[in-house]
């Protein structure tokens, strides 16, 4: 029995080392990636300064200025290509072009409404669109096998 209690206690000194010592290898793999980390953080933090150093504030500056001044060069240019090349068009009052769409719409109504007087119905907009092509397009042979490859990829 108290050999038995010996071994217990000794098993239990074991047990207590072998804790410590996996706390310990837990602290040392912590320890190692955050080294790691800094090192990394160093790394970047050196590259950072190194890139800053070769583009100064001073090459930025200029780099925008220019990039502005393109840009305004690029608004005239636009501005000067969309001013109207008639005459008569800068002239036109929106105003004008309103009140001329209003008497368009108040005919296209009026026209409406003589022909609902008159028992007939207006062209809807599927009557008064084309038919559909009901012939086959002339696509190659290649075409065709690409066509078909697609549609059977598609209905797996």
């Known amino acids: 029995m108290k ?3 010996m071994y217990q206690m000794q098993f239990e000194k074991l047990e207590q080392i072998k804790m410590t010592l ?11 990636q955050t080294a790691e980390a800094f090192q990394a ?3 970047g933090n050196d590259t950072m300064k190194k890139i800053r150093h070769e583009v100064g504030i001073d ?6 200025d220019d990039m502005q001044e393109e840009m305004q060069l690029a608004q005239e240019v636009s501005t000067a290509i969309g001013q109207p090349v008639d005459m008569t068009m800068g002239t036109i009052d929106d105003d004008d072009l309103m009140a001329e769409l209003e008497q368009m719409d108040e005919a296209d109504l009026s ?4 022909q609902a007087a008159l028992g007939r119905p207006s ?11 009901t ?5 190659s042979k290649k075409e065709e096998d690409d066509l078909n490859r697609l549609q059977a ?3 797996f």
């Open 3 to 5: 050999k038995r209690k």
């Open 22 to 32: 996996e706390t310990q290898a837990i602290n040392l793999e912590s320890a190692a």
């Open 41 to 43: 953080m160093t790394a």
């Open 59 to 64: 090459d930025v500056d200029d780099v925008m």
């Open 111 to 114: 026209a409406q409404f003589d």
């Open 123 to 133: 062209a809807t907009a599927a009557e008064s669109m084309p038919s559909a092509p």
């Open 135 to 139: 012939s086959k397009l002339g696509l």
């Open 153 to 155: 990829e598609l209905a």
